[in-house]
């Protein structure tokens, strides 16, 4: 490959190593995304990404006009309908894929309470917190019982008919509220997804605003339902992150190492590989066939959730899976669900490696199916990892961009930025939000989502200097975390680089950096918690509408994302991605930008350049100090040395790396 055209758009993209790997020769004929967008030669459809194409049944496909009577669907459809409908579908689609990867999570925490898994329940803290939520005794009871009834529970808020789901009572008072009033409190997770898909059906909700209302309902069965459950289950099982020091890049492949990437996104099997790659049996293995070791890495989201709990590092986003490939150093890349890319099989043609399926519901051609069965996950994983051992010596030319690792600080999980900012003996929100009223930070800015090749802007890397620059401190979660991981902005020496004044004081004293990873997608529910408990706090207003924060996920790709962004804005915060498939329907744009905010208090935005982007994510944040009347200049009050001492004992506890992390 390596057009010239190419190249520019993966340097900015996805940086140097990228570029590096793209200029050697073994990566040449390698075909990527940007090849097959040029190959392409074609724009996308018009009506497709205005969100004015409906194939919703047979007397279509229709391509609606906005505005012209005789340009409406065969049914009568009109754009705002359409629009609507498939605005909707993508949250209903979204919100699935989180449900089912928690559904999955769920079934392995009960096999783990049950002692069917390698795995234990590790933080007992939050089991009793997340007991207390569901109603389940703990009182002289042994944590696996406790588990296990936890477990069931859980489970049941998939299939619940009636009633409401349990975490939603974690939410601000104001905004249960709103919720009951309008009606949108979601009732069970599965229902509001079949729902979703039924109304949207050809003939039955024709009134955008009305189809609106149970795509809130949809979403916030996401974020305070499944992903939530998913992000709290998996802490219990496998860990709450805490800080800790990792790498991330290409350059995390080893030479000398048997290199297996684990890529999607449940991470009961790359557990699993963890354990067994340090397995006796494992290593022998590998040094027979001449390696030191097994070097797992991660690739999007599986590679977020064991980069917070274990430091394990992070080869690649999900833009550069065909990258990690094309180095011809990876012996086996394992996949579970979701953003695997169906060119990797034509990646890796010609080399020794293997792609590995693991689970029934993702297969893809020319790839090996092993079934991760969560019952006999460590003979699983062993297997597993034996098939990329065996590989080891059929490797033959390959590149690894060698000096292409950052140094990141992650695993900033809600109950760390607690700790970090509150200190170990009364961990709590009050220092982030007295740092909020006194103007030091001047609010908190999340940078989430996907990476996809329609900008070549670095766009992530802008989004978040222009954000850390004027004093708002980010919050990351996805690819979007560690696309700003490969810029160096997860290092805490970023905040004396970029950071504004009041902002680097914070970061400097406690040692953090001004970009914090949150983790996986599945924990954008960690920042609905982070909200809440700003809220909680006092302060800074009655509801997460009130709050200084703003959020953006820019490059967009998953359907998922759409249903985090829908999810925050009915939870009242504001979000601004570059562009939303609605541009066709004027009224529906109208309503998604502007009347969703007489019912929530936040609603949607569209901004395609980046700087642009994050002024206005600053200028929403001033205008919610402006009303909570905190946005008055203040005299920048220097931290005098009771402040400093005060915050001192906070400093990040230096875990060391986590196993594997160099
Ligand atoms: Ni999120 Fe994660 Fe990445 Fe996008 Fe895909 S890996 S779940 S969907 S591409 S951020
Ligand atoms: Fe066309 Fe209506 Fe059928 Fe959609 S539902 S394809 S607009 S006739």
Same mark, same amino acid.
């Given at each position: 490959?390596?057009?010239?055209?190419?190249?520019?758009?993966?340097?900015?993209?996805?940086?140097?190593?990228?570029?590096?790997?793209?200029?050697?020769?073994?990566?040449?004929?390698?075909?990527?995304?940007?090849?097959?967008?040029?190959?392409?030669?074609?724009?996308?459809?018009?009506?497709?990404?205005?969100?004015?194409?409906?194939?919703?049944?047979?007397?279509?496909?229709?391509?609606?006009?906005?505005?012209?009577?005789?340009?409406?669907?065969?049914?009568?459809?009109?754009?705002?309908?359409?629009?609507?409908?498939?605005?909707?579908?993508?949250?209903?689609?979204?919100?699935?894929?989180?449900?089912?990867?928690?559904?999955?999570?769920?079934?392995?925490?009960?096999?783990?309470?049950?002692?069917?898994?390698?795995?234990?329940?590790?933080?007992?803290?939050?089991?009793?917190?997340?007991?207390?939520?569901?109603?389940?005794?703990?009182?002289?009871?042994?944590?696996?019982?406790?588990?296990?009834?936890?477990?069931?529970?859980?489970?049941?808020? #998939?299939?619940?008919?009636?009633?409401?789901?349990?975490?939603?009572?974690?939410?601000?008072?104001?905004?249960?509220?709103?919720?009951?009033?309008?009606?949108?409190?979601?009732?069970?997770?599965?229902?509001?997804?079949?729902?979703?898909?039924?109304?949207?059906? $050809?003939?039955?909700?024709?009134?955008?605003?009305?189809?609106?209302?149970?795509?809130?309902?949809?979403?916030?069965?996401?974020?305070?339902?499944?992903?939530?459950?998913?992000?709290?289950?998996?802490?219990?099982?496998?860990?709450?992150?805490?800080?800790?020091?990792?790498?991330?890049?290409?350059?995390?492949?080893?030479?000398?190492? %048997?290199?297996?990437?684990?890529?999607?996104? /449940?991470?009961?099997?790359?557990?699993?590989?963890?354990?067994?790659?340090?397995?006796?049996?494992?290593?022998?293995?590998a040094r027979k066939v001449g390696a030191k070791g097994v070097n797992l890495a991660g690739v999007c989201c599986t590679g977020n959730e064991i980069l917070m709990r274990r430091g394990i590092p992070v080869a690649g986003s999900f833009i550069q899976q065909e990258m990690v490939l094309a180095t011809g150093a990876v012996e086996a890349m394992v996949v579970d669900v979701q953003c695997v890319m169906q060119s990797l099989a034509q990646v890796v043609k010609g080399k020794h490696t293997d792609i590995i399926t693991t689970n029934y519901r993702a297969k893809m051609p020319d790839a090996i199916h092993i079934q991760f069965e969560e019952h006999e996950a460590y003979n699983s994983a062993k297997e597993i990892l034996k098939h990329a051992i065996n590989n080891f010596k059929k490797r033959r030319e390959f590149y690894i961009p060698k000096d292409k690792k950052l140094d990141v600080v992650v695993g900033?999980?809600?109950?760390?930025?607690?700790?970090?900012?509150?200190?170990?003996?009364?961990?709590?929100?009050?220092?982030?939000?007295?740092?909020?009223?006194?103007?030091?930070?001047?609010?908190?800015?999340?940078?989430?989502?996907? /990476?996809?090749?329609?900008?070549?802007?670095?766009?992530?890397?802008?989004?978040?200097?222009?954000?850390?620059?004027?004093?708002?401190?980010?919050?990351?979660?996805?690819?979007?975390?560690?696309?700003?991981?490969?810029?160096?902005?997860?290092?805490?020496?970023?905040?004396?680089?970029?950071?504004?004044?009041?902002?680097?004081? %914070?970061?400097?004293?406690?040692?953090?950096?001004?970009?914090?990873?949150?983790?996986?997608?599945?924990?954008?529910?960690?920042?609905?918690?982070?909200?809440?408990?700003?809220?909680?706090?006092?302060?800074?207003?009655?509801?997460?509408?009130?709050?200084?924060?703003?959020?953006?996920?820019?490059?967009?790709?998953?359907?998922?994302?759409?249903?985090?962004?829908?999810? #925050?804005?009915?939870?009242?915060?504001?979000?601004?991605?570059?562009?939303?498939?609605?541009?066709?329907?004027?009224?529906?744009?109208?309503?998604?930008?502007?009347? $969703?905010? /007489?019912?929530?208090?936040?609603?949607?935005?569209?901004?395609?350049?980046?700087?642009?982007?994050?002024?206005? $994510?600053?200028?929403?944040?001033?205008?919610?100090?402006?009303?909570?009347?905190?946005?008055?200049?203040?005299?920048? %009050?220097?931290?005098?040395?009771?402040?400093?001492?005060?915050?001192?004992?906070?400093?990040?506890?230096?875990?060391?790396?986590?196993?594997?992390?160099?």
């Open positions: 490959m390596a057009k010239s055209n190419g190249c520019d758009k993966c340097n900015d993209i996805t940086g140097a190593s990228t570029l590096d790997l793209l200029n050697q020769d073994l990566a040449k004929q390698v075909r990527t995304a940007y090849d097959r967008i040029e190959d392409r030669g074609m724009s996308a459809c018009l009506f497709g990404s205005g969100g004015t194409c409906c194939r919703n049944c047979n007397m279509g496909p229709c391509q609606i006009i906005d505005g012209v009577e005789s340009m409406v669907g065969i049914c009568g459809a009109t754009a705002d309908t359409v629009a609507a409908r498939n605005f909707a579908r993508i949250i209903a689609a979204g919100t699935a894929s989180h449900t089912d990867h928690a559904r999955e999570m769920v079934r392995g925490f009960i096999a783990t309470a049950k002692g069917e898994t390698p795995h234990e329940i590790k933080d007992v803290d939050k089991l009793h917190k997340m007991a207390k939520i569901f109603g389940i005794e703990t009182e002289g009871r042994d944590k696996n019982e406790i588990a296990l009834e936890l477990g069931e529970k859980a489970l049941a808020e #998939f299939g619940q008919q009636e009633g409401e789901l349990a975490m939603v009572k974690r939410a601000p008072a104001k905004q249960q509220e709103i919720w009951r009033k309008v009606g949108v409190v979601p009732r069970g997770i599965d229902r509001e997804i079949t729902e979703m898909m039924h109304r949207t059906h $050809m003939g039955v909700d024709q009134e955008y605003q009305n189809i609106m209302l149970q795509a809130a309902r949809c979403a916030l069965a996401d974020g305070w339902g499944a992903s939530m459950l998913s992000t709290e289950l998996t802490d219990i099982m496998f860990g709450t992150p805490t800080p800790k020091r990792a790498i991330v890049d290409l350059g995390v492949l080893k030479e000398d190492h %048997v290199n297996v990437t684990v890529h999607g996104h /449940e991470p009961l099997l790359a557990e699993s590989l963890c354990l067994a790659a340090e397995d006796e049996e494992i290593l022998a293995l900033f999980s809600h109950e760390t930025i607690n700790y970090m900012l509150g200190g170990r003996f009364r961990a709590s929100y009050r220092p982030l939000n007295d740092n909020i009223i006194n103007g030091r930070i001047r609010g908190v800015g999340a940078i989430v989502g996907c /990476e996809h090749y329609k900008y070549a802007d670095d766009v992530h890397f802008k989004i978040a200097v222009e954000l850390i620059k004027n004093n708002v401190l980010v919050l990351a979660t996805g690819c979007a975390a560690q696309a700003l991981g490969r810029r160096g902005l997860l290092r805490p020496e970023a905040a004396t680089e970029y950071a504004g004044d009041g902002l680097r004081e %914070v970061c400097e004293a406690v040692g953090m950096p001004p970009a914090l990873h949150v983790g996986s997608c599945v924990d954008n529910s960690r920042l609905l918690i982070a909200l809440t408990e700003m809220v909680n706090e006092g302060g800074l207003g009655e509801d997460i509408s009130e709050l200084p924060a703003c959020g953006t996920a820019p490059l967009y790709m998953s359907e998922k994302a759409v249903a985090i962004g829908q999810y #925050f804005v009915s939870s009242g915060a504001h979000v601004i991605f570059q562009n939303l498939p609605i541009t066709g329907a004027k009224k529906f744009t109208e309503f998604i930008k502007g009347g $969703m905010k /007489e019912v929530y208090g936040a609603c949607w935005d569209t901004e395609e350049d980046p700087i642009k982007l994050a002024q206005k $994510m600053i200028k929403a944040i001033d205008g919610k100090r402006e009303a909570l009347g905190i946005n008055k200049k203040q005299d920048r %009050v220097l931290f005098d040395m009771a402040m400093r001492r005060d915050l001192e004992g906070r400093t990040l506890p230096d875990t060391g790396c986590g196993s594997g992390a160099h």
